[in-house]
């Protein structure tokens, strides 16, 4: 089964366009104002409009308060919302939108419980722990914490780059593949590290 790339903080119409000419299949624009990948609602909806069809618009909080989350809708084309904090099933499920729920892995961690307080969610995106920090660590995590047989769809995240993610979907077989920093350079998005990301995903 092909495996779905998911590039996310993308900050403009340039890395966008980028990361689908390289070959994503979903792209995620993260409105979460301490994150250094943060989008304003009118620079997300530049990015929504000059991005072609079939290719999944993912947004992303964490923790947002209603007004917050209710703003972006109205006005960003949104098909996934992704939430990354503490939110329950039910705050995660009121928008009646397909969402993903992110679970930070860590030793210790029962992966199979955290997924069931999630029965709402179209799927799981697995991502490193780091105390304090909801996600973009850049660190990967130990992909053998991950059960064999989880009920929803896996999105591996968390430390991906173009000389890891092949071994990692080898191990963990996951639905998709989530990358960030993995595909940046001191600037943003880097086109030729995202080719090289999806290059190395379809090997």
Not at 122 to 148: H, M, N
Not at 170 to 177: G, L, N
Request: aromatic content about 8%; some cysteine; charged content about 25%.
């Amino acid at each position: 089964m092909k495996t779905r790339i998911k590039v996310c903080g993308v900050t403009s119409v340039e890395e966008a366009l980028a990361a689908v000419n390289a070959g994503a299949d979903a792209l995620g624009l993260v409105f979460y104002q301490h994150s250094r990948r943060f989008v304003s609602v009118s620079r997300a909806r530049e990015i929504a409009t000059a991005t072609p069809p079939f290719i999944t618009l993912v947004g992303l909080f964490v923790d947002a308060e209603e007004a917050v989350i209710r703003n972006v809708l109205n006005q960003v084309p949104l098909d996934l919302l992704q939430f990354h904090g503490n939110e329950t099933d039910q705050e995660c499920g009121r928008w009646r939108r397909r969402y993903i729920k992110a679970l930070r892995v860590r030793p210790g961690m029962s992966v199979e419980e955290s997924a069931a307080a999630y029965p709402g969610a179209c799927g799981l995106l697995l991502d490193s722990y780091r105390k304090g920090v909801p996600g973009g660590t850049g660190e990967a995590f130990d992909w053998q914490l991950i059960p064999d047989h989880l009920d929803k769809p896996v999105i591996l995240a968390g430390g991906l780059n173009p000389d890891n993610v092949s071994h990692a979907i080898e191990q963990v077989a996951p639905f998709a593949v989530d990358v960030s920093s993995g595909v940046e350079n001191d600037w943003g998005k880097d086109p030729e590290k995202m080719k090289a990301f999806v290059e190395a995903v379809r090997q």
